[in-house]
C-alpha cells in the first residue's frame, strides 16, 4: 500500500518485529489484520503500509510504516492509536508476543524513497546493528552499497537511524527483485561496524487468505 502523499526530503519509518506464541498465533493474525495494522495505516502522515514474514531469522512478523517525518509519531493523530490509547485487545496481544523489537528510525540513506519505490520485491532483507559509535553509521551506508549497488538483483537499500533507550540502531533495508545472496566475506566491506552487526533477517510479503477467497470448486 502506498500513497501519493508530498514526501518530505527525510522520510521517517516505524519498525516493529515480533513473534505471537504458538496458542496466540491465529488471533494475533486477526488482531493485527482488522484493528492494529489498519489503525496505523489510515493515519494521516504515514505514507506506506506493509507486512512481512521471516523465512530466515527471528522473530518471523515484521510490519514497516513509512513516514512522511518522524515526528508524525509525537502528533495528535497518532497519539489516538499510541500507547495510551491502546484497547483493550491491543494491550491483552502487545503483552504476550516474543522477541518484540521497535524503532522509529530516521532515513539516512538515501533520504527520502519509500517502500516499493523501485517496483515489487520479491525479498526483503533486513540488517539490523545495534549501539552504534560515533561514525559507524556512515561505514554502514557505505558498506552496505558495496554489498548490494551494483547487484542486478537488488532493486532498492535504505538505511535508518532510530535513537533507542540503550543507544543508537541501524537498520539496512534491502529489497531485491530476486533471491540473492551476498558471497562469503562481503561483510568485511562494513569494517569496524559488523561488531556491531546483530541480525540479518530474510522477509517476504505477508498476505492473509480470507474466508471465501477460494471458493469450493475452484
Given at each position: 500500500?502506498?500513497?501519493?502523499?508530498?514526501?518530505?526530503?527525510?522520510?521517517?519509518?516505524?519498525?516493529?518485529?515480533?513473534?505471537?506464541?504458538?496458542?496466540l498465533?491465529?488471533?494475533?493474525?486477526?488482531?493485527y489484520d482488522?484493528e492494529h495494522?489498519?489503525?496505523?495505516?489510515d493515519?494521516?502522515?504515514?505514507l506506506?503500509?506493509?507486512?512481512?514474514?521471516?523465512?530466515?531469522?527471528?522473530?518471523?512478523?515484521?510490519?514497516m510504516?513509512?513516514?512522511?517525518d518522524?515526528?508524525?509519531?509525537?502528533?495528535?493523530d497518532?497519539?489516538r492509536?499510541?500507547?495510551?490509547?491502546?484497547?483493550?485487545?491491543t494491550?491483552?496481544i502487545?503483552?504476550r508476543?516474543w522477541?518484540?523489537?521497535?524503532?522509529?528510525?530516521?532515513?539516512?540513506?538515501?533520504?527520502?524513497?519509500l517502500l516499493?519505490?523501485?517496483?515489487?520485491a520479491a525479498?526483503?532483507v533486513?540488517?539490523r546493528f545495534?549501539?552504534?559509535?560515533?561514525?559507524?553509521a556512515?561505514?554502514?551506508?557505505?558498506?552496505?552499497?558495496?554489498?548490494?549497488?551494483d547487484?542486478?538483483?537488488?532493486a532498492q537499500l535504505?538505511?535508518?537511524?532510530?535513537?533507542?533507550?540503550d543507544?543508537?540502531?541501524?537498520?539496512?533495508?534491502?529489497?531485491?527483485?530476486?533471491p540473492?545472496t551476498?558471497?562469503?566475506?562481503a561483510v568485511?566491506?562494513l569494517?569496524?561496524?559488523?561488531?556491531?552487526?546483530?541480525?540479518?533477517?530474510?522477509?517476504?510479503?505477508?498476505?492473509r487468505?480470507?474466508?471465501?477467497?477460494?471458493?469450493?470448486?475452484?
Amino acid at each position: 500500500m502506498q500513497r501519493d502523499d508530498t514526501r518530505l526530503q527525510q522520510c521517517g519509518l516505524l519498525f516493529a518485529a515480533m513473534e505471537p506464541s504458538p496458542e496466540l498465533e491465529e488471533e494475533f493474525q486477526h488482531w493485527y489484520d482488522t484493528e492494529h495494522f489498519p489503525e496505523r495505516r489510515d493515519t494521516p502522515g504515514f505514507l506506506t503500509a506493509a507486512r512481512f514474514v521471516c523465512i530466515d531469522g527471528w522473530p518471523r512478523y515484521l510490519a514497516m510504516y513509512d513516514l512522511a517525518d518522524i515526528g508524525v509519531l509525537g502528533g495528535p493523530d497518532y497519539a489516538r492509536i499510541a500507547v495510551d490509547n491502546y484497547s483493550h485487545w491491543t494491550g491483552r496481544i502487545v503483552a504476550r508476543v516474543w522477541g518484540q523489537y521497535r524503532a522509529a528510525a530516521r532515513q539516512i540513506h538515501p533520504g527520502g524513497q519509500l517502500l516499493g519505490a523501485s517496483g515489487n520485491a520479491a525479498r526483503l532483507v533486513v540488517w539490523r546493528f545495534r549501539g552504534l559509535a560515533e561514525h559507524d553509521a556512515a561505514t554502514i551506508v557505505e558498506g552496505l552499497r558495496r554489498i548490494y549497488a551494483d547487484q542486478p538483483e537488488t532493486a532498492q537499500l535504505r538505511v535508518f537511524a532510530a535513537e533507542q533507550p540503550d543507544g543508537t540502531d541501524c537498520l539496512g533495508i534491502v529489497e531485491l527483485h530476486a533471491p540473492w545472496t551476498p558471497p562469503a566475506g562481503a561483510v568485511a566491506a562494513l569494517g569496524a561496524a559488523k561488531r556491531r552487526l546483530d541480525a540479518v533477517n530474510t522477509y517476504v510479503r505477508y498476505e492473509r487468505r480470507w474466508p471465501g477467497t477460494y471458493p469450493k470448486g475452484t
